[in-house]
């Protein structure tokens, strides 16, 4: 457990690290610092897709292994597993979508 939290403490401290320089840039300037706000713009943009995706994946896998564990204890109750389980894999990869929409906002600005 405390390796985990250490591997999640290191990626936290790379983003803070990444996002200082974004959060920092003045407007304008030189068409290098205009090219360079653009590259951390597509890193900030696909941080953010890779983790959500990661994040959903794991959700989604976690739910499915649940959801085949309980109908096989329960094979009467898999109709309502079943749709518990695609409600809930909804609301996650409408997640995922959200993260897209975000980064697109990123790209745009």
Same mark, same amino acid.
Request: aromatic content about 4%; overall charge positive; hydrophobic content about 60%.
């Given at each position: ?12 401290? #790379? /983003?803070?690290?990444? %996002? ?6 003045? =407007?304008? +300037?030189?068409? !290098? @610092? ?13 941080? #953010? /897709?890779?983790?959500? %995706? ?6 989604? =896998?976690? +739910?499915?292994? !649940? @959801? ?14 079943? /749709? ?26």
């Amino acid at each position: 457990m405390s390796r985990r939290l250490a591997i999640v403490g290191l990626v936290l401290v #790379a /983003i803070v690290l990444v %996002a200082g320089p974004v959060l920092a840039a003045e =407007g304008g +300037g030189t068409p !290098a @610092a205009h090219h360079q706000k653009n590259m951390w713009q597509f890193v900030g943009a696909s941080f #953010a /897709i890779a983790i959500a %995706a990661a994040g959903g994946a794991i959700g989604d =896998g976690r +739910g499915m292994a !649940a @959801a085949c564990d309980a109908m096989g204890r329960n094979p009467g109750g898999a109709g309502p597993i079943r /749709i518990t389980l695609i409600i809930g894999m909804a609301l996650i990869e409408s997640l995922v979508i959200y993260a897209l929409i975000i980064a697109f906002m990123i790209l745009s600005a």
